[in-house]
């Protein structure tokens, strides 16, 4: 479980989130959606520790992840997996040493353990036979399933996706939503989806909060989202004509 | 930015940096391969470079020697004193500040502007020290070594000039080159080389480190890195001359 207690943070004045309060929940999928620059990005950026918000606490657990100290916070962090909007992997590294990063510098598995864990990181998100390769030799899909396969490389409890599913066909983009469904409930993580695919919501959002303006402005799951009466929240998913119709069948 | 916050965020970089690697075997890897990178791999340019540079020094000076009281072997000796103190250890740093240091901003600025550093932090590594580290140690454990073959190309190269021209005899040259030779002059490069190779990497790293936006504001900070870190090693060279020298 994360708890984000009445996290701020503004850039040269500007307010970009404003008295946060969320709590992700263990063994589900929680998504955060919003328009592009509402803040989402920020919020999760925060959340880890990459931006300090300017006020408010962020627990992991029960471990207040912002009064840490540094060493701290690194110990925290090997619990913590992420899949990077544009999948930050490591250009002068393979598929395999990209995936056994991590093992390497923080398990004590021996080499033989580690190649078998990367199997079968690789494995899990359908992938083999690309070992060898590095990231620009292999499509965008691909990438982004190694980039998982690293995340969830060292058993995280915690596991973040920023915008996984950019640049990604329709059809890719169901593989890996369902790919991050299932190793969530596999492993019993805390999953947060930062993501503005209503595809996602409607098909793994089993919680679902709101950002607009920098402010939660509504929380719920995929059911309660085709009927609400959040004006901005309609706005937002019945931007596009599949939704409303999706809408109108469902009422 | 002004100079003072350069100056305080570089420190905190630095800080970060210079701690113990958190797995050693890794950092020997990445020290092997900055060695190879910076180091072996500046080489042919550095050879080349010295080697018409001391060729350059042998013309001019015995061109300019119009003067019987002036001996040939002046010719060497000037060679030999220009390629020690400042020629191998200075403009080599200044060539290098170009090449490795454009080099090093760049990498790093992409691996920023790609969230690869983001990911290493992630993962609970310090990336400061994982990705600078080693490129620091690296060159300082290879300038010195660079250095001390680019004086001896130099000298080569004065040594074929007289030989291949005939403007001063070769046996005069040697003299010249043994002249009142003295160690310190060596150690005094040696120990500016040092200097100037954690200012080639460190600076440029410093840039790279906090390249904020896309590949132009990677272009920016490597040209900004050359520059910066070129007029840094002109005034720590002007430095350590008087403190060494003087």
């Not at chain 1, 943070?9 to 999928?29: D, M, V, W």
Request: proline letters at 3%; hydrophobic letters at 45%; aromatic letters at 10%.
């Amino acid at each position: 479980m994360i708890k984000i207690e009445n996290v701020s943070k503004a850039f040269n004045g500007e307010q970009i989130l404003s008295n946060i309060n969320i709590t992700y929940e263990r063994g589900k999928t929680n998504l955060i959606i919003g328009a592009s620059g509402s803040g989402k990005s920020v919020l999760t950026k925060c959340t880890v520790g990459l931006i300090k918000p300017d006020s408010g606490k962020v627990f992991f657990d029960d471990r207040e992840f912002t009064s840490l100290n540094t060493q701290e916070r690194q110990e925290v962090r090997t619990e913590i997996g992420m899949l990077f909007q544009g999948n930050a992997l490591f250009d002068s590294l393979t598929i395999e040493q990209n995936v056994m990063f991590p093992l390497q510098m923080h398990s004590s598995m021996n080499a033989e353990e580690m190649k078998e864990r990367v199997d079968f990181c690789l494995k899990r998100v359908q992938l083999e036979g690309v070992n060898h390769k590095y990231p620009a030799e292999i499509s965008g899909g691909m990438q982004k399933r190694v980039a998982l396969a690293r995340a969830i490389a060292m058993k995280p409890k915690y596991l973040f996706c920023d915008e996984p599913n950019s640049g990604l066909d329709p059809q890719t983009s169901i593989v890996i939503d369902q790919l991050i469904s299932e190793i969530t409930k596999e492993n019993d993580m805390t999953t947060i989806i930062v993501t503005h695919d209503m595809n996602s919501v409607m098909e793994i959002g089993e919680k679902v909060i709101f950002i607009h303006k920098g402010k939660k402005w509504w929380e719920g799951d995929s059911e309660t989202i085709l009927t609400t009466d959040n004006q901005e929240l309609s706005d937002f998913v019945f931007a596009s004509s599949v939704m409303k119709r999706l809408a109108r069948s469902s009422k | 930015m002004n100079l003072l916050s350069h100056m305080g965020q570089f420190s905190i970089l630095m800080a970060r940096t210079f701690k113990k690697p958190e797995k050693m075997k890794i950092f020997y890897r990445q020290l092997m391969f900055e060695i190879d990178s910076l180091g072996i791999g500046s080489l042919g340019i550095i050879a080349i470079i010295s080697f018409f540079m001391g060729a350059v020094i042998t013309i001019q000076t015995a061109s300019n020697i119009d003067s019987a009281l002036i001996p040939a072997y002046t010719v060497g000796f000037t060679v030999r004193q220009s390629m020690i103190l400042e020629f191998a250890p200075t403009i080599i740093a200044l060539i290098l500040a170009g090449k490795v240091g454009s080099n090093i901003a760049s990498e790093i600025g992409t691996m920023r502007v790609s969230e690869q550093i983001d990911a290493l932090e992630i993962m609970g590594i310090n990336s400061a020290s994982y990705l600078i580290l080693p490129k620091i140690t690296a060159a300082m454990l290879i300038n010195p070594f660079l250095v001390i073959i680019s004086m001896f190309i130099g000298m080569a190269g004065g040594y074929l000039v007289s030989w291949g021209t005939g403007m001063i005899p070769t046996s005069e040259y040697i003299y010249g080159l043994e002249y009142d030779f003295k160690v310190f002059s060596v150690y005094y490069a040696v120990i500016k080389t040092i200097f100037f190779a954690f200012i080639i990497t460190a600076v440029p790293s410093y840039y790279g480190y906090f390249t904020k936006g896309g590949s132009l504001a990677v272009g920016a900070a490597s040209t900004k890195a050359v520059v910066a870190s070129s007029i840094i090693i002109l005034i720590i060279n002007y430095i350590l001359t008087q403190l060494l020298l003087v």
